[in-house]
């Protein structure tokens, strides 16, 4: 029993990708960020009647809105920074979401089904808290919840091992069967508990059913972004802006509302619409071979990193300026080396050899554990109560009007620039404030 999500049919296309000179310029600081942005505004030919959407990731684009309040008295167009359309990007959005599935349900190497316990369990040395590598964090992620999904089946089916046949199937399971039980599985499993302030609440099983309502949000949205499917990624920035607010995710629970406020207020219906459909690049122009746009920037970088050091000591700005023109034809010549000589490194590969054996013990320590059987009044260790924190994120989000304090803050520092004239008028959760289902 593993959990398998076919990416969509659809058609793709190589996307197209033209580097921009390198600057001598540290983005990071304001006046340095105006100085790229007007060399791009530059270089693309932009005219004060269009939009650049700029795609960066959280601390980049709060630069950029520095930078364009800094300029905001401008009397030219260009020069005031208005056709800057700041878009964070996905790949460390991904990493974000990454970091706070662990901030939320690593716990202690006490608790029943935490990541602290089964990293210790499988000693999984490489992983951390803060999911401080990213390959390694979302790898051991992948593991715990097929792991995890594959104990509550056991439970939620009654069989003793996965060899076992479904009692209740009669025989070999049909395709009705099997798709009744997948929406009375993720309904009643997969599912955000509703019951944990009554007496007899199991914090334990409601811990763990949170854990696979984050998990498999988590793993559609990398199938949203290889599959390219911009609406599905931007319905996740509603669903994790709460899951932000939950574990006092700060930055990006500012950078998610500020996303959403502006598609639904700020920007052009032509410019939401760029926003929304174009934040991936496809490389190969393969069907589910999508990455985020800052990813493909990140391998960009790197790209140009290597070739530089091979430059020795006496490399100059200049060369460094040739070589970023061309970054992308090395990249693609080195692609071409490595697949002539069989050296291409596999992305996909686990950095985990024996990772079916790890999925296989984790799965007998949590049926051993019973963390998917329901108990009547169980706790945590401590005598510890768990509410669930999507729960908490919306408590924090309606309930204490953090979202409401957001948008009259935004639309006091940028009068109709960040969030338009209609902040009364935004929804930023959408129709998911009431929605508390997976989404399909």
């Known amino acids: 029993m593993t959990l398998l999500i076919q990416p969509s049919k659809y058609d793709a296309s190589p996307s197209v990708i033209h580097p ?9 600081l304001i006046d340095n960020n105006i100085q790229i942005l007007l060399q791009f505004a530059k270089d693309l030919k932009i005219d ?11 601390a980049s684009c709060v630069t950029m809105r520095g930078a364009k309040r800094r ?10 920074l208005t056709w800057v359309k700041e878009n964070p990007g996905d790949f460390h959005f991904l990493w974000e979401c990454l970091r706070v599935i662990f901030l939320l349900f690593w716990g202690s190497t006490d608790d029943l089904g935490s990541l602290a316990k089964l990293k210790q369990q499988l000693n999984r040395t490489g992983v ?4 401080k590598q990213f390959e390694v964090a979302d790898e051991f992620l992948h593991h ?11 439970q939620f089916l009654d069989v003793a091992d996965t060899s076992q046949t479904p009692p209740s ?10 798709q009744k039980t997948a929406d009375d599985f993720v309904r009643k499993v997969v599912s955000i ?3 944990s302030e009554t007496p007899e609440a199991d914090h334990v099983n409601n811990q763990h059913r949170s854990f696979l309502h984050a998990g498999i949000l988590y793993t559609d949205l990398r199938n949203a972004i290889r599959c390219e499917d911009g609406p599905r990624i931007i319905s996740h920035w509603r669903w994790w802006l709460v899951y932000f607010l939950a574990s006092n995710r700060k930055n990006y629970s500012h950078e998610a509302a500020n996303l959403l406020a502006n598609l639904k207020a700020n920007f052009s219906p032509r410019m939401a619409h760029i926003v929304i459909h174009n934040r991936t690049v496809n490389i190969s122009g393969c069907p589910g071979r999508g990455k985020p746009i800052d990813m493909a920037i990140e391998h960009h970088n790197l790209t140009l990193k290597n070739a530089l050091r091979s430059c020795g000591a006496n490399v100059s700005l200049h060369h460094l300026e040739v070589i970023s023109l061309v970054s992308q034809s090395l990249h693609e010549a080195a692609m071409i080396c490595d697949k002539e000589f069989c050296t291409a490194h596999r992305s996909g590969q686990h950095k985990v050899t024996d990772a079916e054996l790890d999925v296989q013990k984790m799965v007998s320590i949590l049926v051993q554990e019973g963390v998917s059987r329901k108990v009547h009044e ?3 260790p401590g005598n510890r109560t768990l509410y669930p924190p999507y729960g908490e994120g919306m408590i924090k989000a309606i309930g204490k009007q953090w979202l409401q304090k957001f948008l009259n803050k935004a639309a006091d520092l940028f009068d109709v620039d960040v969030i338009g004239s209609h902040s009364d008028d935004v929804d930023v959760l959408g129709s998911h404030s009431d929605d508390t289902d997976i989404p399909e």
Do not use: F, Y
């Open 20 to 28: 921009l000179q390198l600057l001598d310029l540290d983005e990071s």
């Open 48 to 58: 004060v009647h269009q939009q650049q959407c700029v795609v960066g990731d959280q």
């Open 71 to 80: 300029r905001i008295a401008d009397i030219n167009d260009l020069e005031r």
């Open 128 to 131: 951390d808290k803060e999911a």
């Open 144 to 154: 715990v919840l097929e792991a995890s999904l594959i104990a509550s089946l056991m």
């Open 169 to 178: 199937s009669d025989g070999l399971p049909t395709k009705e069967w099997l």
């Open 193 to 195: 508990p509703t019951d």
């Open 378 to 380: 169980r706790k945590l």
